[in-house]
C-alpha cells in the first residue's frame, strides 16, 4: 500500500499518495522530510498552480523520477533543483524565467477532499500566500 | 513628453509614454486613460502584474516593435487580447502557448523602486487596485 500525505492549507484538509514505485528516490526524500510547513504561493512561471519552497529538499542531485513536463490536475509535482513543490489545480507546465518547458518528478496524486483543497490552491492567486502543512498520513 | 501617474496601493509611480517606441499603441493607451482596474500578478509571465483593458481605440491597434522580454518597471500592453502588463522584475510575455510578443507603451521613471516594491510584495499579498491617470505635473 502507497505511503500517504496529509495537506492542510488554510483550514481545509485533504490528501494524496505518494508514487513510490515510478519515483522512489523522490518519494523517500520527501517522506523524510515530513512534516513541511509554509507558505503556499501562487507560481509566477507555471500557471495553474501553487508551490511552496523546501529548502531541505533542495538538491539537484535527486534524480527526475516519474517525468512530466506538464502537471495534471490533482498532482503534486517536485522540482529537485529549487526544492519546489507543486500543487496543480488546472493546466500548468514545469517552468520559469529560463525554461520555458522543464521537467518536474510527479511525486503524489491527490483523492481525498481533492474539488475543496485545488479551490484553495487556486484562491492563492487573488488572495496572496495562505499557510500549509504537509504532514504523514498514518496507516489506521 | 507626457508621463502617467501610477498608483497602486497608495504609493505613486510616474512613467513616461513612450511614444517614439510605439506611437499608435502609445497614442490610443494615452486616450483611454484614466484606468482604475484590479491588478492582478500574472500566473505564466513571472515577476509582473496585469490588468484588464477595456476595447476601443487600443484594441484596434496592432503590436508595434513587439518583444517578449519585459525589464522592470516596464508597462507592456497586448492591445488586441485586451491585457497590459507591468513587470516589477525578470518577466517575459507568456501565455499557457508559451512565449507571446507586447507592446512597450511606457517605462516607470519616478518613484519608481517603491512602486515596484509594492508590485513584489503582490505575490504574498494578492490583488490590489490600481490607477493609471495622465500627470499634469
Sequence with gaps: MSRRIKIQLDGVSGSGYLHEEAAPTTAARFWAALPIEGTLRHVRWSGDA???LASELADESIPIEHAVSFYPPGSIAFRPEH????????????RDHMQPAGRASHLATLDRNVEALLEAVASTRRQGGKPIRIEREEAK | MK??????????????????NAPKAAAAFWASLPIAT??????????????????????????????????PG?????????EALLSYGPSEYRSELGPEYLTRVARV?????????VLSRMHDEGDKRITLRRNSG
Excluded: M
Aim: aromatic share 8%.
Design chain 2, 74 to 82: 516596464t508597462l507592456g500592453v497586448h492591445p488586441e487580447r485586451g
Design chain 1, 83 to 94: 526544492g519546489e513543490i507543486a500543487f496543480c489545480y488546472g493546466q500548468a507546465q514545469a
Design chain 2, 3 to 20: 508621463e502617467i501617474a501610477i498608483e497602486v496601493d497608495g504609493v505613486v509611480g510616474l512613467a513616461e509614454l513612450l511614444e517614439s
Design chain 2, 38 to 71: 484590479t491588478l492582478t500578478h500574472t500566473q505564466w509571465s513571472g515577476r509582473a502584474c496585469g490588468f484588464s483593458l477595456d476595447g476601443g481605440a487600443l484594441q484596434k491597434v496592432g503590436l508595434e516593435h513587439p518583444v517578449c522580454s519585459l525589464y
Design chain 1, 50 to 52: 501553487g508551490y511552496i
Design chain 2, 109 to 117: 521613471t519616478g518613484n519608481r523602486e517603491a512602486l515596484l516594491a
